[in-house]
């Protein structure tokens, strides 16, 4: 039952990863609802400007990522790339991926202890 439990919980996990990334698409400040949209590329975009307003989307344009990091721009807004499922929220941690990987973990756990 535990082998069982544990290899459902990788094949979800490596489905999660495996899938095109859905990113949070969106403007903060414009009084709109976030959507999620699944992006044709493989990197999801937060960019904070001086002012505090934050763009939310997919590196579709132009593409800018080629890794999950951080930069700052010659206009001192800053840009981050990520590559998991809604991982350009404003709470990076919690995406998708991360909570059924801990929780098949915890899970995983508990059966074999």
């Known amino acids: 039952m535990c082998r069982i439990f544990s290899i459902f919980s990788f094949l979800t996990f490596v489905g999660f990863s495996l899938a095109a ?3 949070y698409k969106g403007f903060s400040g414009d009084g709109r609802a976030f ?3 699944l992006c044709t590329t493989d990197f999801c975009l937060k960019t904070t400007e001086r002012d ?3 763009y939310y989307g997919c590196d579709d344009f132009t593409p800018f990522c080629t890794r999950d ?3 700052t721009t010659s206009r ?3 840009v981050c790339c990520c590559s998991t499922a809604l991982c350009n929220a404003s709470i990076k941690f ?3 991926t991360t909570i059924s990987l801990i929780l098949s973990l915890l899970i995983s756990y508990f059966f074999w202890n």
């Open 35 to 37: 959507k999620d949209r």
């Open 69 to 71: 990091e951080c930069v």
């Open 94 to 96: 919690w995406n998708p």
């Open 76 to 78: 001192n807004a800053e």
């Open 52 to 54: 505090g307003g934050a």
């Open 21 to 23: 990334v859905r990113c």
